[in-house]
Each structure stands twice: as C-alpha cells, then as structure tokens.
C-alpha cells in the first residue's frame, strides 16, 4: 500500500514496486474519466434454480475495459475506486444499467416466478451516498417487478456498520428490495446478525463449494450452511459449481439455487437473453 512506503519503515524501493506503485496511481487517475469513456461494461452471470433446472435471474458482474490495459478484474479495481470515491459515480452507474436491463428483459421474457437481478454494492455505496433516493430514482425509471432486485453485501460490510445498516435495511424492505449475504462463510465470524437483521438469502463463499467431494469438511460446511439457512426461513445460493458432481451434493442437500461456470460464465447482455430464451439447463 502506497501509505506504508513513505513512512519509517526501512524498505527497498525497487524497480518492481515503483512500477507498481505507479500502475496503482495510473488506475486512480484512468478510473475517474472511464465512466464517461465509456469504458465499463456489464456481464450477468446466470442464477438457476435447482428443483426445475430453470433460470431464475443474473448477478450483474461490472467489467473495464482499459484502452491500454485491456481487461482489468473487478478484484483489482473496485477496491481502488472505494478508496478514491470513484465507486460512487460508478455504482449508480452499475444500478441504473443493470435495472434498466432486469426491466427489459421482464418485458421481453414473461416468465413465473418473474426474473431477478443481484447487484453487488460495496460498502462505501451502502453509507455514504443517499443510496435509498437513487434506488427510488431509478425503480421510477425502470419499474421491474416487486421484489425482483436483490442487492449483495458481504458480511464484514454489514458487521462494521451495525448500528446504521438496521434503518437501511428496512428502507429496503418496504421497498421488496432483497438482501443477500454474499461470500457467505469468509467473513465475520458470529451468526447472530442473522436473526438481527432481514436476511433473504446466503450465497455461500464458491471456496466451500469447490472442493465438495474432495474434501469432507468442506462438504459438512456446506451442508451445515444449508440446514441453518433452511432454519432461519433464508434462501441459499451455492457459488463457483463447476462439475455435474458438486451440482448433484447440492441438489441432495436441497440448496434452492446455484451459479458458476458449469452453467455459465457471465455474459454480455445479448449472450444472455440468448440463454433465457434457451430454456431449462436440463
Ligand atoms: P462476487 O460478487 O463473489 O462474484 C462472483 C465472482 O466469481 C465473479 O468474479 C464471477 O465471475 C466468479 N465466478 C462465478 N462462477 C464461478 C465459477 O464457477 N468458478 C470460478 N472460479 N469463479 C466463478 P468477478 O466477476 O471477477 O468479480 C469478482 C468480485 O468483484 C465479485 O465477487 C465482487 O465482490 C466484485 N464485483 C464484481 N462486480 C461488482 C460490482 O458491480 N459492484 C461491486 N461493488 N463489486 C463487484
Ligand atoms: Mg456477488
Ligand atoms: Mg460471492
Ligand atoms: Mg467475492
């Protein structure tokens, strides 16, 4: 971290973190004009229920494409924009997109249950923007149906800000918005939240769920993820399947939905009304 190099600990500044150092910078200032560039994109990732084979809706995933770098990770420049305060601008940017294309394609697919959209908000989005009066500004825009948005936060996000997430939550809720809990299993550590707050569903973290079947432990946390949500009258979500066997332990323990590359990768927004026109995954 930038902060660290300056202060008194004795460190070697060497050609490799100087160009670290100076890629990082070079993002900050290429991530402030890229909204207006153009350069963002959204993929979605298909969420499928597990009883019927059916897709139930899509997790919007933000993309960059750098003029120069090419692709660049949200992994790697989401936590940049969260620091510099570009996220702001871009996660409405995210939100307005992404809604608008959940009401296209409710228009365009009358399916029942209708579809749904997940949309990943970061903390800075959560508390430091009137997050509530965008979301009314752009549900007025795009009138999906009730209770088809659902917004991701992960737990650390929503352990660190208790005391003000309370009264946010309930904004959502009477508004049919949902809340998930996502890379469920990674965070923080006490489940008492759950009952605190109105959860509606777990996504469980795709580390748990890629090495069911090869390692016991794994698979007991899974199930034990289930079971409890189960108990809590929540939802869950199994993230990462890749294999036909990982989507079998799933389907025995009655996980409601799955997502991952054994049913598909996230794809451009006209890849994917090409796989909800396609019909059941099996
Ligand atoms: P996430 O929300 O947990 O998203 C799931 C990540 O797992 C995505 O990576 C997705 O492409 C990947 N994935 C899905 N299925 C599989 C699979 O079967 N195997 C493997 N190995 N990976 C799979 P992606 O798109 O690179 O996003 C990484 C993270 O960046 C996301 O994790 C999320 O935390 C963040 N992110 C992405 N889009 C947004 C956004 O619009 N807003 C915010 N605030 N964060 C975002
Ligand atoms: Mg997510
Ligand atoms: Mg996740
Ligand atoms: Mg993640």
Redesign the pocket.
Known sequence: RAKGLGGARHQVFDPAMRDRVTTRLQLETDLRWAIVRQEFFIQY?PIVALESGRICGF????RWQHPRRGLV???RF?PIAEETGS?LPL?RW?LDTSIAQLHAWQQQFSQDPPLTLN????GK?LFETDLILELDRILARYPIVPGTLKL?ITETVLMENAASVETLLEQFRARQIQVCI??FGTGYSSLSYLRRFPIDTLKID?SFVASMGIDRENSEIVRAIVMLSHNLNIDVTA????SEEQLVQLWALQCEYA????FSK?LDADRATEFIASGPQW
């Open positions: 990732q997790e919007a995933l933000v990770s949200p992994d989401i996220i996660g995210i949309v990943n908000l970061s989005q991701e996502d890379d795709r993230e990462g399947v890749e997502q991952g590359y054994f996230p």
